[in-house]
């Protein structure tokens, strides 16, 4: 007994350190418990909030994963924008008002969707370039002797500037219109519509399948200067001397190949009849309206990364060739590696078509004695003309590309092709300076300089310096402009 005794008054210490230790847990667990479930609270209202979204579609919010913790937020467009984005996405990409557009939810309404339908949407874009140029031009005229030359100089000519507006009616109609800026004139307007991708249809006014180098390439991805002379002279001479005709153009993909049939119309100068009536040409003029009597194919393909290569043929009967028609044939290769080097070739053929001057008795017109409402047949003659270039680019920086390119362009018989020269040699230097790199179309400077050399003739004073400016806020484009 007296042992029991002892062992309680010595274990009663640790008893009462224990009962202390017990209760200490409990309150830390109790702690920890209320803390939890402060946690799973503002988790459950998160969730909440976000199931509301999802459920609302609210445009405006986007759910993003925080990368320290894994948990998702919900958080604003312009809040994203302003934390991530540098500045040409929050311009032109995703969550940005070009990149979104303008949604016409009245279209939708017309068309009887609901809240899962595709929202119709309006988008917009404004590009530009100018030019700052120093041209030798010929003193004399009649002599062109480089040693008789002055120069022209240009502080801020107005080249190319353009307003688009595209909407996306149903996720395979679309159509677009573009206003010329240095035009003063609408220069695109089209519909398309994708039934397939092996088959897509567009109709209007627009550049469709043709030289790879001008009619289908936009003016906004040009690497120095200009289109090729060969491209721009192919095009001017098949009717259309701002690369656009109103037509029907079929397209499609196929694995690596793309496709492109284009009727059109035969002179796009003559594009304002739609008809007989108003005031259109004179009775004894031959048929009245639009003439689509022309066509052109291209093909391209892309069996390899990085290279391109294809080519197209076209007809064209002009007012005053009767029911005569008038050849055209381009080929390209291109290697493009993007913001590493570029090399590209272009080959182009066509006969010009030079009609008989009654008043000078000479075959010195590009058009028909009757003017180009004029379908009746006029004594003419076909004139051949061949060119090709080599270009190559190569990326110093992500920001600089210094360009070089050499062309060769055949007038024909000087006779009468309306040259006093028969062949012609551009050599041309420059450099781009991209202001965004991962937006090269967005903002360019370009400085260039052009050397021509004409043979078979006199030397014409023509070299030229000059630098460009673009500006390109536009990332929707459904046409080459």
């Known amino acids: 007994m007296k042992y029991k005794l002892l062992y309680l008054i010595l274990l009663t210490p640790f008893f009462s350190l224990y009962s202390q230790e017990k209760s200490d847990l409990e309150k830390r667990v109790e702690a920890l418990e209320q803390a939890l479930n402060v946690k799973n609270k503002e988790l459950e209202e998160k969730n909440k909030a976000l199931e509301e979204a999802i459920k609302t579609k609210n445009e405006n919010t986007e759910i993003v994963k925080n990368t320290s913790t894994g948990t998702l937020n919900l958080m604003s467009y312009d809040t994203i924008a302003r934390t991530e984005k540098p500045f040409i996405q929050r311009v032109t990409g995703e969550g940005s008002a070009l990149q979104d557009g303008i949604k016409l939810n009245f279209l939708k309404d017309i068309l009887g969707g609901d809240e899962n339908s595709f929202t119709p949407t309006l988008k917009y874009g404004i590009g530009m370039v100018l030019e ?52 003063n004139k609408i ?20 550049k469709g399948a043709g030289n790879r180098a001008a009619n289908e390439t936009s003016a906004y991805d040009i690497d120095l200067v200009d289109f090729t002379y060969t491209s721009e002279n192919q095009s001017t001479d098949q009717g259309a001397p701002d690369l656009r005709h109103y037509g029907i153009d079929l397209y499609g993909k196929w694995k690596w190949v793309k496709y492109s049939f284009f009727w059109h119309n035969s002179d796009s100068n003559r594009d304002r009849y739609w008809s007989g009536f108003n005031d259109g ?32 043929m076209g007809s064209v009967n002009l007012p005053g060739m009767g029911y005569k028609q008038s050849w055209a044939y381009s080929g ?127 030397k014409i004073a023509n070299d030229w310096f000059g630098l460009s400016y673009q500006i390109v806020l536009y990332n929707n484009s459904k046409g080459n402009f």
């Open 187 to 206: 220069t695109d307007a089209f519909i398309k519509y994708d039934f397939h991708k092996l088959l897509g249809v567009q109709i209007g006014r627009f």
């Open 281 to 312: 040409p004179n009775v004894d003029q031959g048929n009245h309206g639009l003439e689509f009597k022309s066509w052109d194919f291209s093909l391209h393909l892309f069996p390899i990364k990085n290279i391109e290569f294809g080519g197209h």
């Open 332 to 458: 390209y290769l291109y290697y493009i590696n993007p913001n590493k080097y570029k090399f590209k070739f272009d080959y182009g053929t066509h006969k010009q078509v030079r009609f008989f001057n009654p008043k000078t008795g000479d075959y010195n017109l590009t058009s028909s004695a009757g003017g180009n409402l004029d379908y009746t047949k006029h004594d003419f003659i076909k004139v051949n003309k061949l060119g090709y270039s080599f270009l190559v680019g190569y990326n110093v920086t992500n920001h600089i590309e210094p360009v070089a390119r050499y062309e060769y362009y055949d007038q024909g018989n000087k006779a009468i092709s309306g040259f006093n020269y028969e062949k012609l040699n551009l050599y041309t230097i420059g450099v781009n300076y991209y202001v965004y790199p991962n937006s090269p179309r967005m903002a360019k400077i370009t400085a260039f300089y052009q050397h021509r050399d004409e043979t078979g003739g006199p």
């Open 132 to 183: 700052t140029i120093y041209q030798e031009v010929p003193s004399d005229k009649n002599v062109y002797k480089e040693a008789n030359s002055s120069y022209n100089f240009q502080p801020g000519a107005f080249k190319i500037g353009f307003l688009h507006t595209d909407m996306q009616i149903t996720p395979k109609l679309g159509a677009s219109v573009t206003w010329n800026l240095h035009a």
